[in-house]
């Protein structure tokens, strides 16, 4: 049995959701000449610059705006939550015994609830990163 860990989200106020990003850059496009000073150069940096944190916060590092930029994998991206999910979902079924009963690391049984709570858990988690609440 694989032994997988579920990404906690960042519990930083300052954390970018991918929500909050395109909310900024929806103010930059909806007042340009206000925030970038009537400055064509200005206004490219600054929208590179939010595309960049939004590229990094969806976990697309072969993507880059800029030639110089290297987006390195790190576990706050929408990418690393996704990863988790379906690696839990793929080791509790997808493994060497196909008849054996999947087990925590402590060896007791998993059952359909804590694999609904962890599924939920993981869900909670990408809606967070995003930036809305699931409806219960």
Do not use: W
């Not at 007042?31 to 590229?55: H, W, Y």
């Amino acid at each position: 049995m694989t032994t997988i860990k579920l990404h906690e989200p960042k519990n930083n106020d300052q954390q970018d959701t991918v929500k909050s990003i395109i909310e900024e850059i929806q103010e930059l496009t909806f007042t340009p000449c206000e925030i970038s000073g009537n400055d064509v150069q200005v206004f490219a940096d600054l929208l590179t610059d939010k595309l960049e944190r939004l590229i990094k916060a969806l976990g697309l590092n072969d993507v880059s705006l800029s030639a110089e930029s290297k987006i390195e994998q790190s576990d706050s991206t929408l990418k690393a939550p996704l990863q988790d999910l379906f690696m839990l979902n793929d080791s509790m079924f997808y493994n060497d015994d196909k008849h054996g009963t999947p087990r925590f690391t402590d060896g007791r049984e998993i059952t359909a609830k804590d694999l609904a709570d962890m599924n939920i858990k993981a869900l909670s988690n990408i809606a967070e990163f995003i930036g809305f609440e699931l409806e219960e």
